[in-house]
């Protein structure tokens, strides 16, 4: 019996390494598959983020737009106002409808909340760009602040304008929305300091929200550029 004992302990001890090798090449290739569905899951959520990104890149353009024509309009009614400026009477209702366009734009959220929710957000693995995609969505509270403010502004301009002209609404999306009377409106305002004053609060945070909407729009296409290369690698 003795003869035969090491050939018993080398035979035990070679199926022992055998199960352990197929148990490490058994969970060796669950882990595979399992990085394998969350790097295929977490491309899907980039994909989406994409689409979301793409989106708010649109919104974000045309509010540029509309801001800018805001602000122009602020400047040319108060340049007006003060006699620096002549405005025909057909002028003056249009810039008086542009002064009151503010930016409709508030970042849809529900897509990154839904994914940071579900925890699918985190499993994007490039950290820096996760990073700098909540930052991105986390900005939007300062915005919709910002914008509260120019809205307040353009109800005030609003009153002003009721206060002094009539007054028809046009068909959305027909422009200009509102069609005043600039003879009235050139009448009753031209040389009003509060309507100035309005003016002018009204173009510094146009001018605000336009440069930091600019900004966004930036950010905006450079994440849309690295997420796109991320889902191609």
């Known amino acids: 019996m003795e003869v035969h004992k090491p050939k018993f302990v080398k035979g035990f001890f070679l199926e022992i390494v055998v199960i352990v090798i197929g148990i490490s090449l058994a969970i060796g290739a669950e882990r595979w598959v399992e990085h394998a569905r969350e790097s295929k899951e977490a491309k899907r959520v980039m994909t989406r983020m994409i689409a979301e990104l793409a989106r708010d890149s649109s919104d974000l353009e045309i509010n540029i737009q509309f801001v800018n024509r805001a602000a122009v309009a602020d400047s040319l009614l108060t340049e007006w106002s003060q006699g620096r400026l002549e405005l025909s009477n057909d002028s003056i209702g249009l810039y008086a409808n542009n002064s009151l366009l503010t930016t409709y734009f508030a970042s849809n959220t529900a897509e990154v909340e839904a994914l940071k929710g579900s925890g699918k957000l985190h499993l994007i693995e490039n950290e820096e760009l996760l990073s700098k995609l909540l930052k991105h969505y986390d900005r939007y509270a300062d915005f919709d602040l910002y914008r509260g403010w120019v809205e307040r502004f353009a109800l005030e301009l609003m009153d002003t304008y009721k206060r002094n ?3 028809t609404t046009l068909p959305f999306p027909e ?9 009235e409106l050139g009448k009753r305002l031209r040389g ?11 173009k510094l945070f146009d001018l605000f929200i336009l440069s930091r909407t600019k900004v ?7 994440l849309l550029s690295e997420l796109r290369q991320e889902v191609a690698n």
Do not use: H, I
Request: no cysteine; aromatic share 6%; net charge positive.
């Open 216 to 222: 966004a729009l930036k950010r905006a296409t450079v």
């Open 175 to 183: 422009q200009p929305t509102y069609k005043m009377n600039g003879e």
């Open 165 to 167: 002209s009539s007054l």
């Open 192 to 202: 009003n300091q509060l309507f100035e004053n309005t003016l002018q609060q009204k």
